[in-house]
């Protein structure tokens, strides 16, 4: 994947978000954004370019990890990975990548989420929405993630999806030449049914 094309990507996401007065654009009326919000596709080769550009935000350094394009590339190949791109409109505003997907042991591990602008929701609707997909294209039981402590604001956004919090797993991830501990949140299906509404 040549640099420009990353370098092309974060300068059109720094550009279309940029900072402060975006907040208001994705509300609507003064209600809440939903799973139903944002429009989720799968993720293909062609999104690569946004995904690497999105993990590379500025201020995204000690928060979410980063491949290149050779190892995003062999993910979305190996059957055991799937990308989802979220849309707000015709805008893309962000993307997460479950692992074991589908795996027999009915256990899914959402592996990396971030969106181009946080801190109005995105977040949250597009875990939302990715959540409703899991469980209803799939048979998982359990869906899980690790967040590091300290990042307080996903962890707020985890748990406004029904993601609770199960312990530290200490010395879990090894980010930048450092193990971490990482934070346990799991989200399992019969608590996702009990917040669906009636009917649904
Ligand atoms: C994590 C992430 C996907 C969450 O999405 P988001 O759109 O920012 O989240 P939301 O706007 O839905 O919710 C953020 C919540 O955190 C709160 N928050 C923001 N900054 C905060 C802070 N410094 N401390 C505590 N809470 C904070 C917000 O008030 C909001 O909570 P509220 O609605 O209850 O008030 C997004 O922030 C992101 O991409 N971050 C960078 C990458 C990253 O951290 N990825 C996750 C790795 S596990």
């Known amino acids: 994947m040549p640099e420009a094309d990353i370098r092309a990507f974060k300068l059109a996401i720094t550009a279309r978000y940029p900072g402060g007065h975006i907040a208001n654009l994705f509300q609507t009326d003064g209600g809440a954004l939903n ?19 999105t993990e590379r935000l500025m201020g995204y350094e000690q928060l979410v990890g980063r491949w290149t394009d050779a190892q995003h590339r062999a993910a ?3 059957g055991r990975h799937a990308y ?10 962000g993307f ?16 990396r989420i971030a969106v181009c602008q ?8 597009l875990l939302a929405g990715l959540v409703n997909v899991v469980f209803r294209d799939t048979e998982a039981h359990r869906i899980w993630l ?3 402590p300290d990042n307080e604001r996903a962890r707020r956004a985890y748990e406004a999806v029904g993601f609770q919090i199960e312990g530290i797993a200490r010395g ?24 669906r509404p009636p009917g649904d």
């Open 172 to 195: 879990s991830s090894f980010f930048g030449g450092t193990y971490r501990d990482e934070l346990v949140m799991s989200l399992l299906r019969p608590e996702w049914s009990s917040r």
């Open 96 to 111: 997460a990548i479950v692992r074991d997907w589908a795996s027999p042991e009915r256990v899914a591990h959402i592996k």
């Open 35 to 53: 799973a139903d919000t944002l429009q989720l596709t799968r993720g293909s080769d062609g999104d690569v370019p946004f995904v690497m550009a």
């Open 146 to 148: 690790g967040v590091y």
């Open 76 to 78: 979305l190949r190996d």
């Open 118 to 125: 946080p801190n109005c929701g995105h977040g949250r609707a």
């Open 84 to 93: 989802f791109i979220a849309r707000r409109d015709s805008q893309t505003v």
